[in-house]
Every structure is written in C-alpha cells, then in structure tokens.
C-alpha cells in the first residue's frame, strides 16, 4: 500500500482518481486506508494518485511494503462482494 505524507497540500485530486476508493480525507490530510489500496494493482500500470499528485507525497508505506502477487491477491479480496 501507498501512503499519503504530511507534505500533502489537500489539493483534492487524487481522491477521485483511485479505482480501490482507498483515498479519504483524514482529520489533517488525505490519507490512504492500506487495506484497499493495490498500489492500483488490477486496475492501472501505475499507482494514479502518484502520477497526479503536485507534490509528490506518496510513497510506499514502509508498514505495508507488500509484492506484487499480494497485491494481485488484495485485488481481487476487493472484487468479491462481501
Ligand atoms: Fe488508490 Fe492506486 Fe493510489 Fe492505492 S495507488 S491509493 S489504489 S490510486
Ligand atoms: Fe495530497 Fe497529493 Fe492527494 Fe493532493 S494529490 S490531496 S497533495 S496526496
């Protein structure tokens, strides 16, 4: 999963880009919930709120460091209506 940094200007846009809706504004910025986030696994070849994101303030979650096959598995969790 992604994570969104203290350096995030809640400038709104990637909120709606995120196929998983992960992205939510949290109490002082936006933040990611890790257990939707794919790092848009599934859906894109790239994570989409990194390629709009002004400031760049989203890198990997170093408490969520997660491979690709898990990701894939997270994907498709999501996919099955619960
Ligand atoms: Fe959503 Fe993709 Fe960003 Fe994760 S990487 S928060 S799934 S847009
Ligand atoms: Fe924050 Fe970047 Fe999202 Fe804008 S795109 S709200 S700066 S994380």
Known sequence: ALLITDECINCD???????NDA???GPDI?????HKCTECVG???EPQCVQVCPVNCIPV?????ESRETLWQKYHRLQTPT
Do not use: S
Not at 13 to 19: A, L, N, Q, R, Y
Not at 30 to 34: A, G, M, N
Not at 61 to 65: K, L, T
């Open 13 to 19: 846009v990637c909120e709606p880009e995120c196929p």
């Open 23 to 25: 992205i939510a504004m």
């Open 30 to 34: 936006y933040e990611i919930d890790p």
């Open 43 to 45: 859906h894109f070849e």
């Open 61 to 65: 979650n170093p408490q969520w460091v």
